[in-house]
C-alpha cells in the first residue's frame, strides 16, 4: 500500500503531473489555432462547446506542434525539464540542439507525445476534481441536488447520494494513476526520444578518452617532477646536515641545489595545475627536454650524493621533440628510483645511445642491503615503473626493469620514426 501510495501522490509523481500540465499548456496555442481551422470546416463557431470538436482542433494542433519542434532550442529545453521533473539521469539526455534527421525526428516525436499526453492530463486534471467535488459533497449539501446543477437524474436515488462520495473518491484515484502512469511511460521514453544518438555517444566516449589520457599525462607529469624533486631535496638537505661542520663548501652547493630543484619544480608544479585549472596547454614553462635539462638533472642528482655515471653516445638535440620530452621524464624517474630506494650514497650507470634507430635508455646500479625490486622498500610503489612503461608504449617503444644479480636495470627503447609533437 505504502509503495503505491508513493507510485500515485510521492514527489517524484507529483513533479511528473506538473511535467504533464505544462505539456497541456503548450499544447493550447497548437489548439487554438486548430480550432480556428476546424470551426469554418464543420459549420460551427462555438468549437469548445463541443467535446468531439475540442478533439478535432487538438488532433489538427499536434502536427503543428511536431513543426515547431524543429527549431533548434527545443531539445535542449525539453531535456532540461525532463531531467527535473521525470527524474531521468542527465547521462541519458541529450542537450545540444537536434542535427541530424534522424535526431530532428525523434525530438519531434517527444514533443508532440509529450504535449498530446500532457493536453489529455491538463484536461482530466481541470473537469475531474470539481466533478468528484462535487459527487463527494452531494449527500451533505442539499443544494447540490437541484435540478438547476444539471446533475444526471440518477443521483437523485438514495442508493447513488450514499455511493456518490466512493464514486467521487475514486475518480481523483484514477485521476492520479492515470497521471502517475502517463509520466512514467514518458519518463521511460525519454532516453530513446532525447537521448544522445550513437554518434553523440561516440563522441562523448572519445572526449571521456582524451580527457582522462590528458589526466593520466599530468600525474605522471607530476609523478615524475615532483617526486624526484623531494627525493633529490630531501637526500641533499640530509648531506648537508651532516656536513654542516665539517664542509661548508659542499653544504653550500647543496642548498644552491636545493634552491634550483624547488624553483625548476615549483614552475613544473605551475604548469600542470594551469592545465587542470584552465584546460589549456602551459605557456609559461615548456617541459624539459633531455638537450635541454640533462646537464642540470645530472648535477642536481649529483648534489644529494648519488654518484652518476653518465655515458650519452647520442645527439640529444637530434632528437624528436616528444621523444626528447619523454626520454627526460624517464630518465629522471630512474634516477629517482635510486634515490628513493637505494639512498644517495650509491653509484648509478646512465647510459643513452641510439642503435637501430631507437632512442636506447639504462640504468644500472647495484641493489640496497634491503633491496629486492624496486619498490620493495615503499608500500604502495611501482606508480614510475608503470609510468616510464606508459611513456615508452604510448612512443610505440618498450621498459623492462628487474633485478640482474646484485645489480637493478631498466632499459627503455624509444624509436625515433613515427613520432611527432603531442598535442
Not at 502517475?180 to 561516440?202: F, I, K, N, Q, T
Not at 630518465?331 to 634507430?357: F, K, M, P, W
Not at 633485478?403 to 627503447?413: E, F, I, K, N, S
Request: glycine share 12%.
Amino acid at each position: 500500500m505504502t509503495v503505491l501510495a508513493r507510485f500515485l501522490f510521492g514527489r517524484r509523481a507529483r513533479l511528473r503531473w506538473i511535467h504533464l500540465i505544462l505539456g497541456g499548456a503548450l499544447a493550447m496555442p497548437y489548439v487554438l489555432v486548430g480550432s480556428v481551422v476546424v470551426g469554418p470546416v464543420a459549420g460551427d463557431a462555438n468549437v469548445f462547446g463541443s467535446l468531439p470538436l475540442q478533439l478535432a482542433s487538438f488532433a489538427v494542433g499536434l502536427p503543428l506542434a511536431a513543426v515547431t519542434s524543429l527549431f533548434p532550442l527545443t531539445r535542449p529545453l525539453e531535456s532540461g525539464v525532463v531531467r527535473w521533473l521525470c527524474g531521468v539521469g542527465s547521462e541519458l539526455l541529450a542537450y545540444g540542439p537536434a542535427r541530424t534527421k534522424g535526431e530532428k525526428g525523434r525530438t519531434a516525436a517527444w514533443y508532440t507525445l509529450h504535449l498530446g499526453t500532457g493536453g489529455i492530463v491538463a484536461g482530466m486534471s481541470l473537469a475531474v476534481p470539481p466533478f468528484a467535488a462535487t459527487l463527494i459533497a452531494l449527500p451533505f449539501v442539499p443544494a447540490l441536488r437541484d435540478d438547476r446543477m444539471g446533475l444526471p437524474g440518477v443521483l437523485h436515488h438514495p442508493w447513488a447520494l450514499a455511493l456518490a462520495p466512493l464514486a467521487g473518491a475514486a475518480m481523483l484515484v484514477a485521476l492520479a494513476g492515470c497521471a502517475a502512469g502517463c509520466g512514467a511511460l514518458l519518463a521511460r521514453w525519454a532516453p530513446a526520444l532525447l537521448g544522445p544518438s550513437p554518434e553523440d555517444r561516440v563522441a562523448a566516449a572519445e572526449a571521456r578518452a582524451a580527457d582522462l589520457a590528458v589526466r593520466n599525462r599530468l600525474a605522471r607529469e607530476l609523478h615524475d617532477s615532483v617526486g624526484h624533486a623531494l627525493s633529490a631535496v630531501t637526500l641533499q638537505a640530509s648531506a648537508a646536515r651532516r656536513l654542516l661542520d665539517t664542509d661548508p663548501e659542499f653544504v653550500r652547493e647543496a642548498l644552491a641545489a636545493i634552491e634550483d630543484t624547488t624553483r625548476r619544480t615549483v614552475g613544473e608544479l605551475d604548469a600542470v595545475l594551469g592545465v587542470l585549472r584552465d584546460g589549456d596547454a602551459p605557456g609559461t614553462a615548456p617541459a624539459p627536454t633531455l638537450a635541454a635539462d640533462l646537464d642540470g638533472l645530472l648535477r642536481r642528482t649529483r648534489a644529494g650524493g648519488l654518484r652518476v655515471t653518465a655515458t650519452v653516445l647520442a645527439d640529444p638535440g637530434a632528437l624528436p621533440p616528444l621523444v626528447s620530452r619523454e626520454a627526460y621524464r624517464i630518465v629522471q624517474e630512474g634516477l629517482s628510483n635510486v634515490l628513493r630506494h637505494v639512498g644517495g650514497r650509491t653509484t648509478v650507470a646512465l647510459r643513452i645511445e641510439v642503435l637501430d634507430g631507437h632512442l636506447r635508455i639504462t640504468v644500472e646500479n647495484p641493489l640496497g642491503e634491503a633491496s629486492v625490486t624496486g619498490t620493495a622498500r615503499r608500500p604502495g610503489g611501482g606508480h614510475g615503473l608503470r609510468g616510464m612503461a606508459d611513456r615508452a608504449r604510448l612512443l610505440g617503444g618498450a621498459a623492462e626493469a628487474g633485478r640482474d644479480g646484485g645489480t637493478w636495470r631498466l632499459r627503455v627503447r624509444l624509436p625515433l620514426q613515427g613520432t611527432g609533437e603531442a598535442t
